[in-house]
């Protein structure tokens, strides 16, 4: 759970990219960075802080659900962007917060559960873990 990922909101990510069709240079690349560097257990525990506030249990924390797993082979410690370049050359920065968004994206999970359950249906995912050589 220690590994770090930078965080972007999809819909930051996706006026990013509009912004670097509209207004980008054709052939330069740009970085899109949410400033969101977080460890993955620290994501984790977010999750189950929003959801205690959102769906509590009574003596019973989401957080009691969490099983640490050895890490996968070959699995990256850090991924991390630097965005400078797109918030310099076209004034591009992210404009949700993270824990905003972070709680907007849960919101839409826990309004669309049956949406949710359908796709898990659909895909075939048994709910074992992805990744690994069994």
Known sequence: ???????????????????????????????????????????????????????????????????????RPGHDFRYSINPKKISSSLGWEPKYKFNDALEITIDWYLSNLDWCKEMIEKSGYSHQRLGIDD
Not at 16 to 26: D, P, Q, S, W
């Open 1 to 71: 759970g220690s590994n770090v990922r930078d965080w972007l909101y999809v819909e930051d990510h996706i006026e990013a990219l509009m912004l670097a069709i509209k207004n980008g240079i054709v052939g330069e690349t740009y970085c899109i960075g949410g400033h969101g560097e977080f460890t993955n257990i620290g994501i984790v525990n977010l999750i189950c802080e929003i959801l205690d506030k959102k769906i509590p249990h009574k003596g019973f924390s989401y957080k009691s659900l969490i099983k640490q797993v050895d890490d």
